[in-house]
T-cell receptor
Framework: EPEVTQTPSHQVTQMGQEVILRCVPI?????FYWYRQILGQKVEFLVS????????KSEIFDDQFSVERPDGSNFTLKIRSTKLEDSAMYFC???????????FGPGTRLTVT | GDSVTQMEGPVTLSEEAFLTINCTYT??????LFWYVQYPGEGLQLLLK?????DKGSNKGFEATYRKETTSFHLEKGSVQVSDSAVYFC?????????????FGTGTRLTIIP
C-alpha cells in the first residue's frame, strides 16, 4: 500500500539554525500539507500546497517557514532560523484531490536546543 | 473559525468495557468529520469518517455518527481491547473549495488495562 514517508525521523538542531524536513508524498497525490504537534498538544495545521503554490497557511506559518516541491517526488518544509518553540513533531500529509482522505507520514521529531 | 472540542483524557478502561469519546464541533456549512488514531511512536491514521449529516462511519469495531442537530461526532466501541490503547483525535474539514485543512481536537489518550 502506498504511504507517505518522512526523513529524518528525528532532527536535533541548535537555536538559530536552518532545518529542512523532507517528505515523499504518495506518488499520484496532488495536495500536500504540513502539520505540527507540540508535545502533549493538539495537531495544528501549518500549510497546504497545490499546483506548486501555497493554497492556505495558518498564523503559525510565518516568514521563517517555507515549503517547496523541488522535484516530482519530494515536498520540503524549511525553517530558516529555528526557535526553541519550534520543537515539535512535524507531520507531512498528502491527498489525491479536493475532498479526498489525507494520508499522514510517520512524522519528524524536531528538537531545538 | 472552525473548532473541535474533544473530551479530555486520559481515559482508562478495562478490557471489554464500552467506550465513548465525546466530540463536538463548530463550523459553517457541512464539514466532513473524522476520527484519527495515533498509536505509540507512530503517525496519524484515519480511523473513520463521515461526510454528511446522519452518516455513520465505522471501522475496526469503532463507530461514530454525524449529528448535525447536536454538532457532534462521538466515537464509540462496544468492547475495547488492550490493542486499542492510543490517542484519538477528532477532526473536521471545511467545505470551501481550496480549504482542505484539518482542524483537530486536543486528543484523548485511551489506556485499556487487561
Amino acid at each position: 500500500e502506498p504511504e507517505v514517508t518522512q526523513t529524518p525521523s528525528h532532527q536535533v538542531t541548535q537555536m538559530g539554525q536552518e532545518v529542512i524536513l523532507r517528505c515523499v508524498p504518495i506518488s499520484n497525490h496532488l495536495y500536500f500539507y504540513w502539520y505540527r504537534q507540540i508535545l502533549g498538544q493538539k495537531v495544528e495545521f501549518l500549510v497546504s500546497f497545490y499546483n506548486n503554490e501555497i493554497s492556505e497557511k495558518s498564523e503559525i506559518f510565518d516568514d521563517q517557514f517555507s515549503v517547496e516541491r523541488p522535484d516530482g517526488s519530494n515536498f520540503t518544509l524549511k525553517i530558516r532560523s529555528t526557535k526553541l518553540e519550534d520543537s515539535a513533531m512535524y507531520f507531512c500529509a498528502s491527498s489525491a484531490g479536493f475532498g479526498y482522505e489525507q494520508y499522514f507520514g510517520p512524522g519528524t521529531r524536531l528538537t531545538v536546543t | 473559525g472552525d473548532s473541535v472540542t474533544q473530551m479530555e483524557g486520559p481515559v482508562t478502561l478495562s478490557e471489554e468495557a464500552f467506550l465513548t469519546i465525546n466530540c463536538t464541533y463548530t463550523a459553517t456549512g457541512y464539514p466532513s468529520l473524522f476520527w484519527y488514531v495515533q498509536y505509540p511512536g507512530e503517525g496519524l491514521q484515519l480511523l473513520l469518517k463521515a461526510t454528511k449529516a446522519d452518516d455513520k462511519g465505522s471501522n475496526k469495531g469503532f463507530e461514530a455518527t454525524y449529528r448535525k442537530e447536536t454538532t457532534s461526532f462521538h466515537l464509540e466501541k462496544g468492547s475495547v481491547q488492550v490493542s486499542d490503547s492510543a490517542v484519538y483525535f477528532c477532526a473536521l474539514r471545511g467545505t470551501n473549495f481550496g480549504n482542505e485543512k484539518l482542524t483537530f481536537g486536543t486528543g484523548t489518550r485511551l489506556t485499556i488495562i487487561p
